[in-house]
C-alpha cells in the first residue's frame, strides 16, 4: 500500500514539476517580448525624450520639437471617451446583471456586446465617420472620441456585469429585508462591493484606447499646432506616431520611437494600477 501511495506521490509531483516549468517559461516568453519593446522603442526613441518633448508643437521636416499637441490632443479625447462610455457601460452591466440575469433580452444583448467587444476599431471608425464626420463634413476630436467611446463601452459593459455577478446574493437579500429599494440596494450596496473591478475595467478601457490609431485617422485626423476644438481635427500620439514612422525624415522618427515608447509605458502603467486594485481587493477580502 506504501509503495502504491509513493508511486502516486511521485508522478503527482512529477506533473507538478511539468507545470511549473511550463507556468514559468510562458511567464518568461512574454517578459521577453514586453522587455524586447521597451528597450527597441527607447534605444531608437532616446534622441527625442528630452524637455522638449513634452511642451514643443510637432515639428515640420527638418526641425526638431516634440509631441505637446498630440499629448493633449491623446488626454482630450480619452478623457471624454470615458464620460461618454463609462456612464452608459455601468448603467447597461447593471441592468443585465440585476434585471436581465436569466432573460433571453439579456443574453441577446451579452452577444450583441460581445460582438462589439471583438469588433475591429477600424470599423467602428468607418461607422463614426458615414454617421458624424460626412454630415459635419469636415474632421473633429469629437467624431474621435465619440469612436473611443464606442471601444470602452462594452469593455465596461462586461467588467460592470461580472463585478456584480459576484456580489454575494446574500448582500441583496440583507438589504431587501430591511425595506431598502431596489436602486438603493443598487447604489448603497452593489457598487460599493463591485467597485474596485468596475475601476479595474474603466482602467482597462483607457488603456486599450490610448494606442487606437486606425479610428482616429477616419475620424479626428490629425493637426500639427495646439488645437483644444473638439469641432475640428485634433492631433494624437498614435496617429503621430503613425504619420512620422511612415515619413522619411530621421527626426520625425526619433519622434515616433519617442512616442510609441511614452504610449507603451502610459499603457503599462495603467496595467500595472489595474492590477494593484485587483490585488488590494483580494486581500481586503481575505
Not at 73 to 81: D, K, N
Not at 135 to 162: K, Q, Y
Request: hydrophobic share 55%; net charge positive.
Amino acid at each position: 500500500m506504501s509503495a502504491i501511495a509513493e508511486k502516486l506521490y511521485r508522478r503527482r509531483r512529477l506533473k507538478n514539476s511539468i507545470a511549473l516549468v511550463m507556468a514559468s517559461a510562458a511567464t518568461l516568453f512574454g517578459l521577453f517580448w514586453l522587455v524586447w519593446i521597451l528597450w527597441t522603442t527607447l534605444v531608437n526613441g532616446i534622441g527625442a525624450l528630452k524637455p522638449e518633448l513634452f511642451y514643443q508643437m510637432t515639428p515640420p521636416p527638418g526641425e526638431d520639437g516634440g509631441l505637446a499637441n498630440a499629448f493633449f490632443g491623446s488626454m482630450l479625447m480619452s478623457i471624454l471617451a470615458i464620460l461618454m462610455g463609462t456612464p452608459v457601460g455601468i448603467l447597461a452591466g447593471t441592468f443585465l446583471a440585476e434585471y436581465a440575469r436569466r432573460s433571453y433580452l439579456g443574453e441577446a444583448i451579452r452577444f450583441i456586446n460581445d460582438i462589439l467587444l471583438s469588433a475591429p476599431s477600424i470599423v467602428l471608425g468607418l461607422f463614426v465617420y458615414t454617421l458624424v464626420v460626412r454630415p459635419m463634413g469636415h474632421f473633429s476630436g469629437f467624431a474621435g472620441a465619440i469612436t473611443l467611446a464606442l471601444i470602452v463601452l462594452p469593455v465596461v459593459v462586461r467588467t460592470t456585469d461580472e463585478m456584480l455577478k459576484l456580489v454575494p446574493s446574500q448582500m441583496r437579500e440583507a438589504a431587501l429585508s430591511l425595506g431598502v429599494p431596489q436602486w438603493k440596494v443598487t447604489v448603497q450596496v452593489l457598487y460599493r462591493s463591485a467597485l474596485p473591478g468596475i475601476v479595474t475595467g474603466i482602467l482597462l478601457a483607457l488603456a486599450r484606447i490610448s494606442g487606437e490609431t486606425a479610428p482616429l485617422l477616419f475620424t479626428a485626423l490629425n493637426n500639427q499646432f495646439w488645437s483644444h476644438d473638439l469641432s475640428g481635427p485634433l492631433a494624437s500620439v498614435p496617429v503621430v506616431v503613425f504619420q512620422y514612422a511612415m515619413s522619411p525624415y530621421d527626426t520625425w522618427h526619433e519622434l515616433a520611437w519617442a512616442g510609441a515608447f511614452m504610449v507603451t509605458v502610459f499603457v503599462l502603467c495603467i496595467s500595472l494600477i489595474a492590477r494593484a486594485i485587483i490585488a488590494r481587493r483580494k486581500v481586503a477580502n481575505d
